[in-house]
């Protein structure tokens, strides 16, 4: 929105250059407007983003006076938010993320590319006393942890070279995350005055994701580790410390050593698929229901009393999954399938072992964003209802979805492509 404001701000301010002397060519090839109108639109575009500069500015005042009441040191703070500028990127709208809007086997692909997995693959030869470390105090694997660092930045590749202040302040200074942006901003307060970090250490994304496995400063103040003990938490240069804090909030999130994270299974005929993302049960219960381990092996003892809920991301003829405890726990990384479903296939692919055996339906068209907003309305409408229109298929609307297959007497998968939906906009 503001990328547009900018825009027209520069065309209105080229367009008064070029009217300097005479309209330029351009000008009146485009058929200009009369040149008052060109200076009067030039204007407001220019009071505008004073405007917004203005507004900015007064925002970091007040933002200063309250962290001052809270108990913040004026000067710290001062010094903090009054250098920060706005970042355009981050006025932007963060819907774009790609784990919400690719198909699952394009996300997971991707996670495991040849690139990334030999990559990986050296990752965990060169830090094996890194790893070896870790593993020492958390019960965390380095494969996952390794898979965590090759998904959120190729390794510390791409970490961003954002000014995380400036993005989290344009997010606390307007728009739909205000405040995100202000916890945010008080969090690296926070980690500045526990004297965690330096200022000059925080770069990030556009989002204010930092470092090598890629913490919000809610997420570092409250479990980045200085493993390596030097007194500070480098989670941008230093193995040891970001992965180390990976473990650590992996840990803290209940990861269970030696427990499988998804295992890829095969079901009975007429199997009721009803009960994916619905139900959990033990793996003896998963069994006597006919579930069992596509790769033929049979359940372990140590698997029997397991808790794990089913979930088929790409409805019955993809691959269709028992999910445990851990990754719920990595979900809390990132709160999305595709991405704990791309970490335990290129943490299992990093061991050597591989995860899906069965092919995705990748014939299937994906619906569009106004399709999704179609079926939202015919479901509703129908009655089953998915508890708004909004575009985004989440538990609600595959509820929803499952309930009128079910009536229909289809798999009641929760999924719907291209070929399912016509028949829906159909009936
Ligand atoms: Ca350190």
């Known amino acids: 929105m503001t990328h547009h404001r ?10 008064l250059q ?27 575009a220019l009071t505008e983003e004073e405007t917004q500069q203005k507004r900015f500015e007064a925002w970091k005042t007040d933002f200063i006076n309250r962290a001052t009441s809270k108990g913040y040191d004026r000067a710290l703070v001062t010094s903090v938010i009054q250098p920060a500028i706005i970042n355009e990127l981050a006025l932007e709208r963060d819907s774009d993320q790609p784990e919400f809007t690719k198909p699952v086997w394009s996300y ?8 990334r997995l030999n990559t990986g693959t050296s990752k965990l030869i060169e830090n094996e006393e890194v790893f070896n470390a870790i593993e020492a105090r958390y019960p965390v694997p380095r494969h996952i942890l390794t898979a965590i660092w090759g998904l959120e930045t190729a390794y510390g590749r791409i970490m961003g070279s954002h000014d995380v202040v400036s993005a989290l302040s344009t997010f606390a200074f307007e728009g739909r995350r205000t405040a995100f942006g202000e916890e945010q901003l008080f969090a690296i307060l926070d980690m500045l005055a526990a004297d965690q970090v330096r200022t000059e250490q925080l770069t990030g994304s556009w989002a204010g994701a930092m470092g090598m496995t890629q913490f919000i400063p809610t997420t570092f103040r409250d479990y980045a580790v200085d493993f390596n003990s030097d007194g500070n938490k480098d989670l941008w240069g230093n193995p040891y410390d970001a ?9 803290r999130h209940g990861w269970r050593k030696n427990e499988p994270v998804m295992i890829e299974v095969a079901v009975p005929s007429g199997f009721d698929y009803s009960l994916s993302e619905t139900a959990t049960k033990t793996v ?3 069994k006597a229901l006919g579930v069992r381990p596509m790769t033929g092996e049979r359940w372990t003892e140590n698997q029997s009393p397991l808790s794990a809920e089913m979930i088929a991301p790409a409805g019955h003829k993809g691959p269709i ?10 979900k809390k990384y990132n709160n999305s399938t595709s991405y704990a479903m791309g970490i335990t296939v290129l943490g299992d692919a990093l061991r050597g072992v591989q995860t899906l055996h069965t092919d ?14 179609k079926m939202q309305v015919k479901l ?23 309930a009128w297959q079910k009536s229909n007497g289809l798999p009641a998968e929760g999924y719907m492509e291209q070929k399912l939906f016509k028949r829906l906009m159909t009936s």
Do not use: M
């Open 321 to 330: 999954l028992l999910t445990f405890k851990n990754f719920y726990v990595i």
């Open 243 to 251: 992965l180390g804090s990976a473990a650590h909030y992996l840990s």
């Open 380 to 402: 509703t409408e129908l009655g089953f209802d998915t508890k708004g229109v909004d575009g985004q298929i989440g538990p609600n609307t595959r509820r929803a979805i499952r």
């Open 6 to 15: 900018f825009t027209l701000l520069v065309l209105a301010l080229t367009a």
């Open 284 to 286: 003896d219960e998963w």
């Open 360 to 373: 995705w339906p990748r014939e299937d068209q994906a619906l569009s964003f106004e399709d999704k907003q």
């Open 18 to 44: 070029g009217c300097a002397n005479t309209p330029s060519a351009e000008a009146q090839l485009r058929g200009a407007q009369p040149i008052e109108a060109q200076i009067s639109s030039a204007k407001s």
């Open 108 to 115: 997971v692909d991707n996670a495991v590319s040849p690139d």
